[in-house]
C-alpha cells in the first residue's frame, strides 16, 4: 500500500522491480492506474523501480522523516502558481518547478542501489542536504 503525501491517496500497488519495502519507508515512484480496471484485480502498478528515500547521518543512510518532507512540499507547493492543495502538488509532482527538476533531483540525489530499489538521499530544495549536488557547500543560499 502507498499513501500520497498530500492527498492521503492510498493505491495498492504491485512493484515489478519486486522490492516490497517496509512500512514507514518513503519511495518517489510512477504509479499507473490498474491495468485492468474491468477485470477488478484492485491494484495499480510502480512503473519505475523504487527511489526509497533517506537522509545522510555520519556516512550512513537512513530512512527519511515524513515531517521533512512534508515541510519540504509547504514551501516548494506555493512556487507552483496553482492554488489548490491538491493541484499544486499533483503539478509539482508531475513537472517539478523546472524542466529538469525531478532528473536533477535523483541524480544529485543517488547513494546506492541494489536490483530491486534505488536510495537517494537528501530534498530537492536544500542542496546541502543532497550528496552529488553541484552547489558549493559553504555558499548555499
Known amino acids: 500500500m502507498l499513501r500520497e503525501f498530500i492527498t492521503g491517496t492510498t493505491h495498492r500497488c504491485a512493484a515489478p522491480a519486486g522490492y516490497g ?3 514507514g519507508e518513503l519511495w518517489y515512484v510512477r504509479v499507473l492506474p ?6 477488478g484485480f484492485g491494484y495499480s502498478l510502480v512503473f519505475t523501480t523504487p527511489y526509497v528515500i533517506g537522509r545522510q547521518e555520519g556516512g550512513r543512510f537512513v530512512f527519511a522523516d515524513l515531517q521533512d518532507w512534508m ?3 509547504e514551501r516548494t507547493m506555493p512556487k507552483t502558481g496553482v492554488a489548490d492543495a491538491d493541484q499544486a502538488y499533483a503539478h509539482l509532482m508531475k513537472y517539478g ?3 529538469n527538476y525531478w532528473n536533477e533531483y535523483v541524480f544529485e540525489a543517488y547513494v546506492n542501489h541494489q536490483r530491486d530499489m534505488i536510495l537517494l538521499a537528501g530534498l530537492p530544495d536544500v542542496p546541502s542536504s543532497r550528496p552529488h549536488s553541484r552547489v558549493d557547500r559553504g555558499k548555499e543560499t
Do not use: V
Open 71 to 73: 515541510a519540504f512540499f
Open 97 to 99: 518547478l523546472s524542466a
Open 34 to 39: 490498474e491495468p485492468f480496471e474491468s477485470m
Open 21 to 23: 519495502g517496509r512500512p
